[in-house]
């Protein structure tokens, strides 16, 4: 079964522009989260979306958006980007059932963010 | 919001050498995964154990929730296991949102 593919690996983008990520889930996955990692905050929660509803928001300011579409695919976009957004951004699929807090995260690999 | 603590925030390592890593938190949490982030930024989920015991390979996990801590032991250390060792809670309310502690490096020297 293919793992949690995310699309591009890499991004350079200037300050002001906008950027949208791309995330597959493991197939029959109907959970997709995203976190963004920095050396100065860590991993910290952004967003989880399940059938196609955002179910939990973490404390990022609006510029920072997500959706999901019917076959549980999801995307994120950062709008008029700053230097500190540069961080690598991990989406994780996962079961998601109702009671989703007991299934493991799975990871993809990421996209690196680089903000000039 | 759930605050968690991860010790020793570096760790060096012969090969063959067994450890343990710790992770505290601050309230109750139905929900604790440990990470292992390899060189290349990858997330692997090495086990979900919001409380008791399991074994994995050379890997094992104990939460013990009434005193909310969880042990990662790592035991005859391979040079792949190098790199960080995240533990991560979450609480029913709040689904797939985790909350990450910072982290233990681990560097396992040949």
């Known amino acids: 079964k293919a793992g949690v593919t995310q699309t591009p690996r890499y991004l350079i983008k200037t300050r002001g522009q906008q950027v949208t990520l791309s995330c597959s889930p493991i197939s029959g996955h109907r959970s997709v989260s995203w976190y963004q990692q920095t050396p100065g905050q860590g991993l910290q929660f952004l967003f989880e979306?399940?059938?196609?509803?955002?179910?939990n928001k973490g404390n990022f300011p609006g510029r920072f958006s997500g959706r999901q579409f019917s076959n549980s695919r999801s995307e994120m976009n950062v709008s008029t980007l700053e230097l500190g957004d540069s961080a690598l951004y991990l989406c994780?699929?996962?079961?998601?059932?109702?009671?989703?807090?007991?299934?493991?995260?799975?990871f993809g690999n990421g996209t690196r963010l680089t903000v000039t | 919001g759930i605050q968690v603590e991860q010790s020793p925030p570096d760790l060096i390592l012969q090969e063959g050498a067994n450890s343990t890593l710790r992770c505290n938190f601050s309230d109750s949490v139905n929900n604790l995964q440990w990470f292992h982030q390899n060189p290349w930024g990858q997330l692997i989920n090495l086990f979900y154990?919001?409380?008791g015991t399991k074994q994995n390979g050379r890997l094992s996990a104990t939460t013990v929730a009434t005193e909310r801590y969880s042990l990662l032991y790592i035991s005859s250390s391979q040079t792949t296991d190098s790199g960080v060792y995240f533990c991560a809670v979450g609480i029913k309310a709040a689904g797939n949102k985790l909350t990450f502690g910072g982290g233990t490096r681990v560097l396992v020297k040949p």
């Open positions: 979306y399940f059938s196609e509803t955002q179910r």
């Open positions: 994780a699929s996962s079961w998601g059932q109702a009671d989703s807090y007991n299934s493991p995260l799975h």
């Open positions: 154990i919001p409380s």
